[in-house]
């Protein structure tokens, strides 16, 4: 099985009362695709190096994740390409 990042995403933090001050600093929580045979099987959600649950790829939650990750990815690969389709 294959581990790849998805989409990291900051911690946001919680509404409520704002007298309690952290007793430990949050960590990113970052979103990991399992895959086997070139089809994702599993998302993996991750908070630092620990493994907090996993997403069916399947779930409403889940398309959102791989949704996001795609349109990143896309964007990031077009960008050097249409840089380089401008010659001056």
């Known amino acids: 099985m294959l581990e790849n990042e998805i989409a990291p995403t900051d911690a946001a933090p919680e509404e409520g009362s704002g007298d309690q001050a952290p007793t430990e600093p949050a960590e990113d929580i970052s979103y990991h695709a399992v895959e086997k045979d070139g089809q994702v099987t599993a998302i993996w959600e991750m908070q630092g190096r620990k493994h907090v649950r996993t997403i069916d790829p399947r779930s409403h939650q889940g398309q959102d994740i791989l949704r996001l990750y795609t ?15 401008v010659s001056s």
């Open 71 to 85: 349109t990143e990815h896309h964007d990031e690969t077009l960008t050097p390409g249409a840089s380089q389709g």
